[in-house]
């Protein structure tokens, strides 16, 4: 686990309301530390009674709103979805439901005017049951998802606000180490992006 991705947790009272109140001599809380683990990782520490003694995933009300704000949903950050990806050219039922995760894409980024009455949805002054897109999404995903703020945050990327797309790894380097000792990682150096 990298140096910069271990945090040691010093918040009295998130510690115990996970249920971790094991105290030392001097009635201090004993060293918590939040890690991003792998099953791997998890079955390694759990493992080592010595060093650790309880390993609690973090509750995930902890994690904040997920992506559409306006709707009930019992999705988190590992459980997220199923969602359907907006394409060009492609026409959805537009539901109650549904509403106010197409919500967004139609308004905001296509410039729609969008009413929700009682006698049904109007999209630019038109009773509509339906919407074709404009445009392609995409559902932009962060590389460590417990710590990445991503389209689970804030929904969809419309087309016209990607601006470039990587092609090679140009440099990669091991934060834990010196660069004398292995920083630069040379299996990955000048490697094309597929």
Do not use: C
């Not at 201090?28 to 530390?33: E, F, G, Q, S, V």
């Not at 791997?40 to 003694?53: D, G, P, R």
């Not at 359907?84 to 039922?93: D, L, V, Y």
């Not at 049951?129 to 559902?139: A, C, G, N, R, S």
């Amino acid at each position: 686990i990298s140096k910069d991705d271990q945090a040691m947790v010093t918040n009295e009272s998130l510690l115990m309301e996970m249920g971790l109140t094991h105290r030392d001599a001097q009635g201090r809380l004993a060293p918590t530390y939040d890690l991003p683990l792998t099953k791997k990782m998890f079955e390694t520490l759990s493992a080592n009674k010595k060093l650790v003694s309880r390993i609690v995933m973090e509750p995930e009300i902890f994690t904040g709103q997920m992506y559409p704000l306006n709707l009930y949903t019992k999705w988190d950050r590992n459980n997220y979805g199923p969602i359907w990806i907006p394409k060009k050219g492609a026409t959805i039922k537009l539901t109650e439901d549904n509403l106010p995760i197409y919500e967004r894409p139609i308004r905001a980024y296509e410039g729609n005017t969008l009413e929700v009455k009682e006698d049904g949805i109007y999209i630019n002054g038109k009773k509509t049951d339906e919407y074709t897109f404009k445009m392609d999404y995409y559902w932009m995903m962060g590389d460590n998802r417990h710590n990445s703020a991503d389209a689970r945050s804030w929904g969809f990327v419309p087309e016209d606000h990607i601006v470039g797309k990587p092609i090679i790894v140009w440099l990669s380097l091991d934060k834990d180490r010196g660069w004398f000792d292995g920083k630069i990682r040379w299996n990955r150096i000048f490697k094309w992006v597929k």
